[in-house]
T-cell receptor
Framework: ETGVTQTPRHLVMGMTNKKSLKCEQH?????MYWYKQSAKKPLELMFV???????ENNSVPSRFSPECPNSSHLFLHLHTLQPEDSALYLC???????????FGPGTRLTVL | GESVGLHLPTLSVQEGDNSIINCAYS??????FIWYKQESGKGPQFIID?????DKRQGQRVTVLLNKTVKHLSLQIAATQPGDSAVYFC???????????FGTGTSLTVIP
């Protein structure tokens, strides 16, 4: 496994639930990312944080709300999701933006 | 065995043979490329990278070739082993913005 951990690894939630995904990197990196991975589709970048500041938001619906309290931790708060939001959500980090990214194992999310 | 771009999503090779996985990119401004390997149930793992000022780079059992004229990238795996079975995808970084663009990937199956 890499130095990027994610919890939980699996999550099943109803459309009215509120849940949070957590990511932690132990690599001393300055940039962190959230990606969505759906079957047979390329990785979709959702958010980029550089030195705790959000630098990219790729038109992600407001039902996904990121939080980056420090350079080592990244959260993705979820509320009133839709079934089509079911996917693997991957966190990654890099020393600087545009450097190679190290990925966590992902959270497999199922929205009922 | 050989796959062509992102339009042939599966590749099967005999153990011990060499594998070639191809990727076409679209933006001539892309200047940094990475190959990732993703095993089932895991996040993507960095394999090798190459910058646009190079046309070849070698790692342990892997070689990446970059042809900027035709915007083509390939990953060669020597003496393919069962542990190489995974989905491989390329990522390109363009010289503007903070993000990588990922392909859909090629699923490599190694036949013992």
């Amino acid at each position: 496994e890499t130095g990027v951990t994610q919890t939980p690894r699996h999550l099943v939630m109803g459309m009215t639930n509120k849940k949070s995904l957590k990511c932690e990197q132990h690599l001393g990196h300055n940039a962190m990312y959230w990606y969505k991975q759906s079957a047979k589709k390329p990785l979709e970048l959702m958010f980029v944080y550089n030195f705790k500041e959000q630098t990219e938001n790729n038109s992600v619906p407001s039902r996904f709300s990121p939080e980056c309290p420090n350079s080592s931790h990244l959260f993705l708060h979820l509320h009133t999701l839709q079934p089509e939001d079911s996917a693997l959500y991957l966190c990654a980090s890099s020393q600087e933006v545009n450097n190679e990214q190290f990925f966590g194992p992902g959270t497999r999310l199922t929205v009922l | 065995g050989e796959s062509v771009g992102l339009h042939l999503p599966t590749l099967s090779v005999q153990e011990g043979d060499n594998s070639i996985i191809n990727c076409a990119y679209s933006n001539s401004a892309s200047d940094y490329f990475i190959w990732y390997k993703q095993e089932s149930g895991k996040g993507p793992q960095f394999i090798i990278d190459i910058r646009s000022n190079m046309d070849k780079r070698q790692g342990q059992r892997v070689t990446v070739l970059l042809n900027k004229t035709v915007k083509h990238l390939s990953l060669q795996i020597a003496a393919t082993q069962p542990g190489d079975s995974a989905v491989y995808f390329c990522a390109e970084n363009r010289d503007t913005g903070n993000q990588f663009y990922f392909g859909t990937g090629t699923s490599l199956t190694v036949i013992p």
